[in-house]
């Protein structure tokens, strides 16, 4: 089964006001076994333009678990801190398994 991927592309525009967004999701990100794979970071584009600041990439065992943690109550709660400090979008990405 292909994993499910979050993938994110924000700018944040109150970096205080959005702290407790980031504090807040981590447990809920490892809660549903999911992993960082990209949070943030240095990036470097090769390509095209970049209007985003930051880029995320959440790793989930599934699409059905990255949507369970995007609909957790708890989630909705915290994502409006998101919402109200930031410019951006979330997707979901059903992951590619390689053909051996």
């Given at each position: 089964?292909?994993?499910g991927y979050?993938?994110?592309?924000i700018t944040?525009?109150?970096a205080?006001?959005?702290?407790?967004?980031?504090?807040?999701?981590?447990?809920?990100?490892?809660?549903?076994?999911?992993?960082?794979?990209?949070?943030?970071?240095?990036?470097?584009?090769?390509?095209?333009?970049?209007?985003?600041?930051?880029?995320v990439?959440i790793?989930?065992?599934?699409?059905?678990?990255?949507?369970?943690?995007?609909?957790d109550?708890?989630?909705?709660?915290?994502?409006?801190?998101r919402?109200?400090n930031s410019?951006?979008?979330?997707?979901?990405?059903?992951?590619?398994?390689?053909?051996?």
């Open positions: 089964m292909p994993k979050i993938i994110g592309m944040v525009n109150d205080e006001a959005y702290k407790p967004y980031m504090e807040g999701t981590t447990p809920l990100v490892v809660e549903y076994g999911g992993t960082y794979l990209v949070r943030g970071g240095e990036k470097n584009v090769v390509e095209g333009s970049a209007p985003f600041e930051r880029i990439v790793e989930f065992d599934s699409i059905e678990t990255a949507q369970k943690f995007y609909d109550p708890r989630y909705v709660e915290v994502r409006k801190i919402t109200e410019d951006g979008f979330l997707a979901q990405v059903v992951g590619y398994d390689m053909p051996a």
